[in-house]
Structure formats: C-alpha cells, structure tokens
C-alpha cells in the first residue's frame, strides 16, 4: 500500500515544491510549516463544502422521533452517533416505521418549509427540513407523528477533520482523511497556495502550472476515486419492459 502522509508531511512535500524546504534541510521552518498546514486546512475545508466526498459520508444514521415533537436539535437527536467531526449536510433521508420498513424522505428548501400553512398538521412524516444557520443545526418534520415508533435514517457529509489540531510543536501530526490517490494533488493544490504570497512568491506561470495540474488531477480523482464502485455491467430494465 503507498504511504500515507500526516497533514504535516503533505505542507512538507508543498514546501519543497517550492524550493522552500530542501533536501539538503532537516527539517522545514516551523513558521513556514505553520502557513502552509494553515492552507492546507481552508483547501481541505472548501473541498468538503462543495462536493460530496464519500470518505466524509459514515454510516446511515438513526433519529428517533418523538410524538407530537416538531423539531429536534440535530447533534443532541444523533447522541452517541452524532460523527466526531459533525454534520456538514444531509442529502438522502427514509422514515422507518414500527415494522421496519423504510419509506423516502424529501429534503425540503427552507421557503418549501415556511409555505407550509400547518407546520403542525400530524400524520406520518414525508418531508424534512434542515436549518444549517443553526450551529447544532435543527431538524424539523412534517407532519408531526402522534406516536413514538418512527425513526429518521439519516444519510449526511461530515466535515473535514481539523487539520491544525495538536500543540504548536506536534500542530499537523494528524492524518488528512484522505486515501493515498488524493495526495499528490493535496500537495500541488496546497503548493500553489503557499507559492503565491503565503510562503514565497513564485512567477505567475510556475503557480498557474501547478493549479493546472492540481485541477487536472482533482478531476481525475472526482471522476473516479470519489465514486462509488458497482457490478459492471451494468443491467438496465429492458425499453418499455
């Protein structure tokens, strides 16, 4: 298996793409290594706000409903479930009855929610809506159960772990969260970053053929790595079968 780098060594390999940690050092400049793990953590953040990236997405998660409850805090509702790092967002929610059975659930706009004439009309839940202002984020359903036997199966993103956690002296000892095939573009992604003004200040065309390459990989990774893998072929139901 190809070696997996702390978040310190991927800003150590950054340093040295930019001639800013050479071979002949032992070790790079605190300062410098500081900066760059400081960028490294914002693109690694952005990353996970803006794509959905399977290794952030954990188990299906459960919330059991109370009757006649409208709204649940998220973190609080999730326990001991709740992920280390938080719920960035969901994206594909069930209602499980008292029987086991699961039924879909339509993730609703905050505008959807706020139309709805009686937020409080009860039944068997089919829509939810998420408020993310919310630090803990909330979670409300609609319609409201007048029983306790429902549950909420919960499919959401995770943040990205924090990338700067430890005491100045260990700060980036930490792993990164991605597989190895993301590494290389960890590298020239955070490279081009430091390179332009953080750490040194290289010629324009140098950064723009990293961020080339950098965007040039992350499509590959997106396009492939960052998919789940099924049978192949694929069956597909006959024409009008």
């Known amino acids: 298996m190809s070696k997996l780098w702390k978040a310190s060594g991927i800003c150590e390999r950054s340093l040295r793409k930019i001639g800013a940690f050479s071979v002949n050092d032992n070790a ?4 410098e290594l500081a900066e760059a793990l400081y960028w490294l953590d914002l693109a690694v953040a952005e990353l996970a706000g803006t794509e959905r990236c399977h290794w952030l997405i954990p188990q299906t998660l459960s919330i059991a409903l109370t009757a006649n409850t409208v709204s649940y805090d998220l973190s609080n509702a999730l326990g001991t479930s709740n992920p280390t790092d938080g719920v960035l967002f969901p ?3 069930w209602i499980r009855d008292s029987s086991g059975d699961d039924e879909p659930l339509e993730i609703i706009r905050r ?3 706020e139309d709805i004439n009686d937020k409080d009309a009860t039944g068997e839940p ?16 609609y319609p409201v159960p ?3 036997t429902y549950s909420i199966r919960l499919v959401c993103q995770t943040f990205a772990a ?3 956690d430890g005491t100045p002296h260990s700060r980036g000892n930490v792993s990164h969260g ?5 590494q ?11 390179g332009s003004g953080p750490v040194r200040r290289l010629p324009t065309p140098e950064i723009n053929d990293m961020r080339q390459q950098a965007g040039e990989a992350k499509a590959r990774l997106m396009a492939y790595s960052n998919r789940e893998k099924t049978s192949q072929p694929r069956r597909t139901r006959a024409h009008g079968a």
């Open 146 to 148: 007048t029983v306790s």
């Open 28 to 31: 790079a400049d605190s300062g």
């Open 184 to 194: 290389r573009w960890l590298i020239l992604q955070n490279a081009a970053d430091i």
């Open 162 to 164: 924090n990338l700067l």
């Open 91 to 93: 994206f594909e929610a």
């Open 111 to 113: 505008k959807e929610y």
């Open 178 to 182: 991605f597989s190895a095939e993301w």
């Open 126 to 141: 089919t829509h939810i809506y998420i408020d993310r202002l919310n630090e803990d984020q909330n979670l409300f359903v």
